[in-house]
């Protein structure tokens, strides 16, 4: 489906909470008429051609607001400084910035400020705002000065330690509040998360939190990618106000194109990560579900959610993703940890197509960037076979969505949000958002109408759950193992949903410019566990290809 396709038709979600009378058989009716076409993925409905929007710059929150702890310890850190690390830093991958902190050339300290002062100085109230940072963590230039003291003692355990890196604002972190770019989490201050943990376990710092379509996109339904009350409204650094910045996680996407940080963490239900990735040409890995925790997100599907890395570059993506890896056996989906650290990156630069074989939809070939992308994998000796995609759907999707989020939020709510908000489920965030809907909630919350008013009960949704994996599994099995394919070749966020439901991993990589200039990436999906052969085939891609070139704004 294309990623523009509007879906009113499909979504006339009913509510019943604005009508005192009606009745709970009413309400199943409703749901059941309202729900019946939802035969279509959430990345389809995240990604809409917007134009013109109702909010840009934040009305809940200024620069001014996000700066104030932490300006007054950079009076130290000027342009002259900006300017002399602006050619080592920018569009530089994590082992040309380890291979200068090791020549002493910049200290962490200095890499950190560097960051920031980018961030304080494009990203809000001007002509190039992208609004794509939510906020930043007090404490980095701090933990920064104690990465270089322990570099100095020679602790540095892991390539990304020291590294900058920002997290999509539905990723608990100490410091900030975790608010998923809604009003009603302003307050939301927790702990780490289980995968904060394992980033800053390998040196990594926090450097602060990304923008992202509010409640990852599973909120509004009417708004464009990328807005959040909290945050505003993300643009792409390619062209702002021009070309959709994909979502949910869009503030990762845009932040990382612009050079705001090493690396982003990034979250996929269905093309969360693709997307932005895609449309941001950045580097974007979804991975098997359970590989990395779920502990600590604001969660929409405990049976679809994952984080994952976005990034400049494929050998980022992998060592990030080798950071952040691991069992965490309050995730109900964790898989045991079988590598060692240094698994995911570890002889990339080796990678080789040759005898890969490939499945590329035939209905993609009249995409002349996808058709230039398959020629230079052959160039590297991978074998293309065209092939007709499985007649199958995704019934019940947004069913599937409704009834985990229904039960996963108040999860969330009682074991990792900050005690005080005193929410226990979305009735609670949609009466709280009635209270100053013009703040809270421009372009209405019609999804989480849905989602209060689906009935699903626990049958029905291991009927959907069920459903959905077989369609899912099946329609890239049948041609992987009929063809004997190590992979399928995708654009963007393509195949998103069918990815998402079969549990498989997908990465998505710069594959160049359509005649407008919009960014569009080239997606390879696997079996379950295959992120490492995901990662190579990328990287020769990428090396090959050179697709990539850094937004002209810039």
């Not at 607001?65 to 300006?71: F, R």
């Not at 949910?248 to 845009?254: D, E, L, T, V």
């Not at 650290?341 to 570890?346: Q, T």
């Amino acid at each position: 489906m294309h990623k523009y396709l509007f879906l009113s038709a499909f979504f006339i979600i009913a509510s019943c909470k604005n009508t005192s009378t009606t009745t709970s058989e009413d309400v199943k009716d409703k749901t059941e008429t309202a729900v019946d076409n939802t035969d279509t993925d959430l990345s389809d409905i995240s990604t809409k051609d917007f134009r013109e929007f109702k909010v840009l710059d934040s009305k809940n929150l200024t620069k001014s607001e996000i700066w104030e702890n932490v300006s007054p310890k950079m009076d130290d850190f000027t342009e002259a400084d900006y300017n002399r690390l602006k050619a080592m830093v920018i569009e530089k991958d994590i082992p040309t910035l380890q291979k200068l902190r090791s020549e002493n050339k910049f200290t962490y300290e200095e890499l950190v400020k560097f960051y920031l002062y980018r961030i304080r100085k494009y990203d809000r109230e001007n002509d190039k705002s992208l609004n794509s940072v939510i906020a930043v963590n007090p404490n980095v230039i701090a933990e920064a000065q104690q990465k270089d003291r322990e570099f100095l003692n020679r602790k540095r355990k892991h390539k990304i330690f020291g590294m900058p890196i920002l997290l999509k604002d539905n990723i608990n972190a100490s410091g900030m509040a975790t608010t998923a770019g809604a009003l009603a989490l302003k307050n939301n201050t927790t702990e780490d998360a289980f995968i904060v943990e394992q980033l800053k376990e390998q040196g990594a710092l926090i450097l602060g939190k990304a923008n992202l379509s509010e409640w990852a996109y599973f909120f509004c339904g009417d708004c464009p990618s990328g807005y959040s009350a909290i945050g505003g409204q993300t643009l792409n650094p390619y062209g702002r106000r021009v070309f959709d910045t994909g979502g949910s996680s869009s503030g990762s996407g845009a932040s990382v194109a612009a050079n705001f940080a090493v690396a982003a963490i990034g979250s996929e239900t269905s093309g969360s990560i693709l997307s932005p990735s895609s449309q941001n040409s950045v580097v974007g890995l979804k991975p098997t579900i359970g590989l990395v925790s779920r502990s600590g997100i604001v969660p929409i599907s405990s049976t679809l959610d994952t984080a994952g890395p976005m990034t400049k570059f494929v050998v980022d993506n992998a060592i990030v993703l080798d950071a952040m890896f691991g069992e965490d056996e309050s995730d109900s989906k964790t898989i045991y940890s079988i590598w060692d650290r240094n698994f995911y990156d570890k002889d990339l630069m080796n990678a080789s197509l040759e005898g890969k074989r490939f499945g590329a939809p035939k209905r993609l070939m009249e995409n002349k960037l996808y058709v230039d992308a398959l020629d230079v994998l052959k160039s590297k000796g991978a074998e293309i076979v065209e092939i007709d995609e499985e007649s199958l759907g995704l019934p019940n999707f947004i069913r599937l969505l409704n009834v985990d989020m229904k039960r996963d939020l108040p999860a969330y709510l009682e074991n990792y949000a900050n005690k005080d908000l005193g929410f226990k489920d979305v009735d609670d965030i949609m009466a709280f958002n009635l209270q100053d809907s013009l703040n809270a909630m421009p372009y209405g919350q019609r999804l989480f109408e849905g989602i209060s008013a689906d009935m699903g009960d626990d049958d029905f949704l291991e009927k959907i759950r069920d459903t959905l994996y077989r369609n899912g599994k099946l329609y890239f099995d049948k041609p992987l193992q009929s063809l004997k394919l190590d992979g399928f070749l995708s654009i963007n966020n393509f195949h998103a949903g069918f990815a998402a439901v079969a549990e498989y991993p997908a990465i998505t990589v710069p594959m160049g410019y359509d005649e407008d200039g919009e960014p569009k990436g080239l997606t390879f999906i696997s079996i379950r566990l295959r992120e490492k052969q995901l990662l190579e085939w990328a990287y020769v891609y990428e090396q090959a290809s050179k697709a990539r070139k850094a937004p002209t704004l810039f």
